[in-house]
């Protein structure tokens, strides 16, 4: 729970807010967690709780995701304490709800649905697939595919090393900006020394690389997922534009992909509606705890 805690009071302290679309099972574990940072006192903003399993309901019609509904349930929630120029970060298990389903398209459906808002709004997104409260796991069958939609995490094509068990996982999303490599730098770093994984300077720069290629080719908001695996870690940047054609990409060793390719004991693209993927998996020892 530290990381959720973290990532709406580190809005609130700057003057900013933070909302959460929480379950019911969690919320007052959450909320009491919030409690104790005494935002009060320290000059904070606002923390809003709003029902996960309430605002899931307004978006599904017929068991299905109604995307024109999305603006509609979400802008007003944030609206209640946004502050225009302040920081906004948002976490969810809304997805988490989903996936408890094994409703992975449409979970797929929503994180895009929160991409596109976050890209105009420009807020933080932090979801949650896991309890907070008691950091219990759900079946990582389930977890793996969730992650992304990812084939490549769940089986390994023929002649390649099968990848190891996700044992954590942490994504957030990025405008077509140019300070985005840069922004997106300092959440990889934040999240390997959160995970005691040492060096990090290869996976910082494949995941600068990978996201500089999104902002300067693809043109869109985009997803950075790190997961951890066994002895590597695996970083995927998703965009929402797909190549011009079936061929690859020109791989330059110089260069974007290239540099990604020297770094990486295995990498691929994975092309999707709506855009692709482009991962990478580097071994990676982990110090000590």
Do not use: C
């Not at 104790?36 to 309901?57: H, N, Q, V």
């Not at 389903?101 to 797929?108: G, P, T, Y």
Request: charged share 20%; aromatic share 6%; glycine share 8%.
């Amino acid at each position: 729970m530290v990381d959720v805690v973290s990532h709406l009071v580190g809005a609130a302290l700057r003057g900013g807010a933070g909302v959460a679309f929480v379950t019911r099972q969690h919320e007052a574990a959450l909320q009491e967690s919030i409690d104790s940072a005494e935002l009060a006192d320290k000059g904070g903003g606002r923390i809003l709780f709003s029902s996960a399993e309430e605002t899931l309901g307004e978006l599904l019609v017929e068991d299905r995701l109604a995307h024109d509904r999305f603006p509609d349930v979400i802008n007003p929630v944030l609206d209640e304490v946004a502050t225009p120029g302040a920081p906004l970060h948002v976490y969810s298990e809304l997805s988490g709800l989903l996936w408890e389903k094994e409703e992975f398209s449409a979970v797929a459906e929503l994180e895009s649905l929160f991409a596109e808002l976050a890209a105009t709004r420009g807020f933080s997104l932090l979801t949650g697939y896991m309890p907070p409260s008691d950091g219990v796991g759900r079946p990582l069958s389930s977890f793996e595919k969730m992650l992304g939609l990812h084939a490549s995490l769940l089986a390994a094509p023929a002649g390649e090393r099968a990848p190891g068990r996700i044992t954590q996982a942490a994504s957030s999303y990025f405008s077509p900006e140019a300070s985005a490599p840069a922004k997106v730098r300092a959440f990889a770093r934040e999240v390997l020394a959160r995970w005691h994984v040492a060096p990090v300077d290869d996976a910082v720069l494949v995941a600068s690389e990978l996201s500089t290629n999104a902002v300067v080719h693809a043109g869109s908001s985009f997803s950075v997922m790190l997961a951890r695996q066994g002895d590597g870690i695996r970083v995927a940047v998703t965009d929402q534009t797909a190549f011009s054609d079936e061929r690859d990409p020109d791989v330059d060793e110089h260069h974007g992909l290239g540099i990604v390719a020297q770094l990486s004991r295995q990498w691929g693209i994975e092309r999707h509606e709506g855009g692709k993927s482009i991962w990478s998996e580097l071994a990676v020892p982990t110090a000590a705890r």
